[in-house]
């Protein structure tokens, strides 16, 4: 959009321009972040004196404010899903084919249900698993992280490990990754194979979500869903008596995050009944 200017030719309508977008169609988050990709430079180029010496912050602020920001992608397209238990029950049986792309598919659907990032799903290697059916590994930020798996999905993992050395044909290496791609078998047919030790991507890991959710007739699910869907799973577990097994503190534990109020938006999306909850509690008549 800027064309061909020179840093110090630049306009406060070309900066605030760009910001906004040419057909003026960006999401409120996307502005923002060019805002502050755009004051960033403007600094730098400041500092250097090669700037427009323009002052923009009122500017800036006045934008910010006009476009605040918002979350779960809710002028996209896909806006964000929390899947219900039965929907992801759906998801996770789509997988049951007899297949060793049918398990890692599974697999690699399980793990991002236990709330792992899909750079942390792609990137996990079996140094991860340890013997105390555990998963440890560097997350977001470079922050350790671990969670404990259940009997269920720690029967499905340990079968895995054994196909594994059966397709590679020797031990399993630590660095070998839990979840891998699948190719095409070779160029004269379109038969498809796990293609062992060789890292899926954060790409393939999409359309393997992708297929097996249209599958299930759930209609698009991302892979930050399965995320958001673990906090859902947590939120809505109950006691026996109808008491939360797991508060906010909880869940940001097991999801990771480094702030609170993170593991709150998640939550304060799927929590729209509070104030029907709140009328009979606070009826004091």
């Not at 990754?177 to 890292?199: D, E, L, M």
Request: charged content about 25%; some cysteine.
């Amino acid at each position: 959009m800027l064309g061909d200017l020179a840093p110090a030719e630049l306009r406060d309508a070309d900066i605030l321009d760009w910001a906004r977008g040419r057909d003026r169609t960006f999401a409120n988050n996307s502005i923002r972040r060019r805002l502050a990709l755009a004051r960033t430079f403007l600094r730098w180029c400041d500092r250097r004196g090669v700037g427009p010496g323009l002052d923009l912050e009122e500017e800036f602020a006045v934008m910010r404010r006009s476009y605040p920001a918002t979350y779960g992608k809710v002028q996209d397209a896909h806006p964000a899903r929390w899947l219900s238990a039965d929907e992801a029950a759906r998801l996770v049986a789509t997988c049951s084919d007899g297949t060793c792309q049918g398990e890692r598919d599974e697999l690699a659907i399980r793990l991002g249900l236990l709330g792992l990032r899909v750079a942390e799903l792609c990137s996990l290697t079996w140094a991860n698993v340890l013997a105390d059916r555990t998963l440890a590994w560097t997350g977001k930020g470079r922050k350790p992280r671990r969670v404990r798996i259940g009997l269920g999905l720690a029967a499905r993992l340990e079968a895995w490990h054994d196909a594994y050395e059966a397709g590679l044909g020797r031990p399993v290496a630590g660095s070998d990754p839990v979840i891998c791609a699948i190719r095409t078998a070779n160029q004269h047919t379109a038969a498809r194979q796990v293609a062992w030790s060789a890292t899926i991507t954060h790409y393939a890991y999409r359309r393997l979500l992708a297929r097996r959710a249209d599958a299930a007739g759930l209609g698009h699910v991302a892979p930050h869903d399965l995320r958001r869907t673990a906090a859902n799973l947590l939120n809505t577990a109950r006691s026996a008596d109808g008491g939360h097994l797991f508060d906010v503190g909880d869940i940001q534990k097991v999801l990771g995050h480094a702030q609170i109020g993170t593991t709150q938006r998640y939550l304060n999306a799927l929590d729209t009944d509070a104030i029907d909850r709140a009328a009979p509690v606070l009826d004091l008549a």
